[in-house]
């Protein structure tokens, strides 16, 4: 027993007098995906690595990254942020990753991006999106390859907008970070692009609530021209399904999230009209380069499903990284984080996606339009659909600077 | 406004106490608290959606069908929990039963993802309760109004067994003194396992009939199982009538809290069960099924 521990630590010391740059030349290139596998994220977190899986091996095929072997090594977060934090840690110590991403849930990902922060390796969100990752939490290894929830929530103030008949705006949002800062950014925008236009004071279910009937008919009763609701999940098909017998569809209008997994999952119970929905990247709203359709293809052929947004992003966030990669020559941390705010990407959700140094935000695009069922899908789908550039959306250096300095008061 | 507001409570409260009623009867008669009664409710659901899609969609037979077949299925299940594990631990320290029933809230929410997969699924609303009755600019929903009246339906057949059959007198008998019921010759393993199975086959129910109304996903037994505890609180655990004053309480409350404190409406029902607790009444002692 003695021995072999004896033996063991003897090779282990050989290894590593051997290691240094020529065992790293072949070493292969580590994903660390610490997800949420498990709990309230899984069913998004799940599609994302459907998407990651389809990108090492297409990696792989092509010979790697800088001719060295991709491996995706997975762990599960459960949705639970000390599990991240400490799975990330993990990865980083043990694994030797070179890369951690995969998270889900907001809290779970600033976890992991402190533990990111701490130990300087690079980090990437293609799910989570707090915009606390990019202001007052923000720490150099990160970077958020996606359209923030501040910038959403700008999307979708931009598109209201447009509507001129529009005059009365009720507003509504899961009793929690993301809800509030969903709704505080849609009416600071809204009322800065159309005075006139007058928006109730928000209600906030608690986060999951799934009887929403009395929050339908509190809202209903400012007779709104449209309500703008940061909810996902139960509460948002509750929303819809409950809203459909007080005539909700019929006297107002939705505004909110529709990610394609909300879309499928509502199926025939979407309600013909009236409801408007933002999104990350939905398949069909992409335009259909050769890529893209050999993407979907592909998802398509593997898991029998039409990839979602978070698919999608996934995917998109990991080619991302290989580009830079390609481009620093390296995967060490700091030419990596050197790289990604230099390099310009063509992805599945267009060209020239460019990550700002000063905050890690991806100028990514966010999608807003139109509920819709067509005969091509068994699902309905967005139509009407406006494309909001992430330039137009992004927070100013300026407003970022002066909301890290309050936070830090 | 105030009016819609009170019906939306009462809806819910049906709904809450559909639930409830299930976990209080077992509570009543065994002592176990079963956690894993939210897995019976969201089982109650994912077979109301398989068997919806057999039998007729959007017709109103075809839902009610697949409710009630849905429900002795998941009453089965319910039996097969009790032969296999809850049986083994009446009497042991509750601490023993939390193991026991998590673990099967585990075993059933992992199988439910095997099975149906991570997303959330839609059970399609028969279409003839898809509408509201429309009086002035008041919108009244059909299909809660319908679930309501389901509910009320099975209060009064659950009144009925309790009194006037053979059947209740055994359960009375079995939850006000368990030994001198043994002692009169009694089967109690027969009135517990029929218990669970009649606790089960509510929850069943309740899952299925509440299924269209919102989003069915593998991690609804936790949300349901939570507000079901609150309201046996309120109401007293194993107290069917407190079970449903609970649920109803609860309902209005929450209803009515949000429109005239939209910020509180969750803490008054708390505060609610703060005060039943501290006020010593039903809520920590536990009445019988009566």
Known sequence: MLDLKKGGLAALAMAMLAGGHAVAADAPVKIGFAGDLTGACAALTEDELNAVKIGVDELNAKGGILGRKVELVIRDSQTKPDEGAKVARELIVDEKIDVLTGVCSSAVMLAESAVSGELKVPFYATIGSTQRANIELYQPYFWQAQANATMEAYAAAEYVAKKAEWKTIATMGSDYEWGHTSVAAFSERLKKLRPDVTIIDPIFPKVGETAMAPYITTALNTKPDAVFAALFGGSLGSLIKQGQGFGFFQRTNLVTLMTVDTLQSMGSAMPASNVYGIARAPFFALEQTPEVKAFIEKYRAAYKEYPTDWSINGYDGLMFYAAAAEHAKSVAPDAIIKAISEISYDGLRGKGLKVRAFDGQMNAPSYVGKATKVPEYDFPILTEIEKFPGEALMVSEDAIAAARKAAKK | ?290
């Open chain 2, 1 to 290: 406004m105030v009016l819609i507001q009170f019906v939306n409570g009462l809806m819910e409260g049906m709904t809450l106490f559909l639930i409830a009623s299930g976990l209080t009867l077992i509570f009543g008669v065994s002592r176990i608290i079963n956690f894993a009664h939210g897995s019976l409710y969201m089982l109650g659901a994912f077979l109301t959606y398989e068997l919806v899609q057999i039998l007729a969609p959007g017709t109103l037979w075809g839902f009610f069908a697949s409710v009630i077949v849905g429900a002795a299925i998941v009453s089965l299940i319910g039996v097969l929990f009790e032969v296999t594990a809850l049986r083994r631990i009446y009497g042991a320290d509750g601490l023993m039963q939390l193991i026991v029933t998590i673990a099967l809230v585990l075993i059933v929410r992992d199988v439910v993802r095997m099975i149906w997969g991570p997303n959330s699924i839609t059970v399609p609303m028969p279409d003839a309760l898809a509408g509201a009755i429309v009086i002035g600019e008041n919108y009244f929903p059909l299909f809660p109004i319908v679930v309501f009246a389901a509910g009320l339906v099975i209060v009064l057949a659950m009144i009925w067994v309790i009194y006037f059959t053979r059947a209740g007198i055994l359960l009375r008998a079995g939850t006000d003194d368990r030994g001198m019921a043994a002692l009169l010759g009694i089967n109690e393993r027969m009135i517990f396992t029929a218990v669970f199975a009649a606790g089960a086959f509510l929850a069943g129910l309740a899952g299925g009939l509440s299924a269209p109304y919102g989003e069915v996903n593998h991690l609804l037994d936790t949300t349901v199982i939570v507000s079901a505890f609150i309201v046996c609180v309120i109401g007293g655990l194993g107290n069917l009538y407190g079970a449903l004053a609970g649920a109803l309480v609860v309902g209005i409350t929450k209803a009515m809290g949000v429109m005239y404190f939209p910020r509180l409406s969750m803490v008054l029902i708390f505060l609610i069960m703060a005060a039943v607790l501290i006020g010593r009444s039903l809520g920590r002692q536990g009445g019988s099924a009566r």
